[in-house]
């Protein structure tokens, strides 16, 4: 999963994975500037990298995602969470949510959808659809730690499997060069064929000498 680089991963000689340097890179969208400033500030407290957008639409074009060529370059595209306002103009944070789901390239980046009212049925819509978390406004720094916990720890766990993996199949690899191939039939035929050859060369020879006394 990972779209971003959240960590760098150090794997010592003994093979044992450690994570160090978690560092987040945040899409913020939300059209209140003031609700903007007070996220940005809160995820930089939180050692994020942040990027603020103030439209689903402008989400969209940074992402790559509106169809327009000249947007920014996927591959070096980095982004680890996206949170976003539920209600803007246009398109609203669970059309950005839909928008990013369906996205064979970000789909698997979490997504927090924050609101100022604590309507249920909007709420299990954007967790029903695939948000992370639904956050209720104002945002406390709590919030963003946990958030940021909980990422951190799916994206170590991922890189864990990964390693163990390739461990498990370095280890396969290993072991079918150790073993040695069996033999094919037709090497077991031609040397049946040369023993047998061998047993009857004295047969042959005795056969010639019993005809030579006879003439």
Do not use: W
């Not at 978690?22 to 930089?44: F, M, Q, T, Y």
């Not at 990298?49 to 639409?57: D, F, I, L, N, Y």
């Not at 698997?108 to 992370?132: D, F, T």
């Not at 720094?141 to 916990?149: G, M, P």
């Amino acid at each position: 999963m990972a779209v971003g680089e959240v960590m760098r991963m150090d794997i010592p000689a003994g093979g044992d994975l450690t994570v160090t340097s978690p560092e987040l890179h945040v899409l913020a969208v939300d059209d209140s500037i003031v609700d903007r400033k007070v996220i940005e500030r809160l995820l930089r407290i939180s050692a994020c990298k942040v990027t603020t957008v103030e439209s689903g639409a402008m989400a969209l074009q940074y992402l790559g995602l509106d169809g327009d060529k000249g947007a920014s370059g996927l591959k070096d595209l980095k982004v680890n969470l996206i949170v976003t306002d539920y209600s803007m103009p246009g398109l609203t944070g669970y059309d950005l949510l839909k928008k990013i789901k369906e996205s064979s390239v970000f789909r698997e980046i979490p997504v927090v959808i924050m609101s100022s009212e604590n309507i249920l049925p909007r709420i299990e819509q954007c967790l029903r659809e695939g948000a992370e978390d639904f956050l209720l406004k104002p945002v406390k720094l709590a919030d963003v730690k946990r958030i940021k916990e909980l990422i951190v720890r799916n994206e170590a766990d991922d890189c864990k499997t990964l390693s163990h993996s390739n461990k498990r199949k370095l280890a396969e690899d290993i072991d079918d060069t150790a073993s040695p191939p069996p033999p094919s039939s037709s090497s077991s035929s031609s040397s049946s064929s040369d023993d047998s050859s061998v047993e009857d060369f004295p047969s042959s020879k005795r056969m010639k000498s019993e005809l030579s006394s006879l003439l």
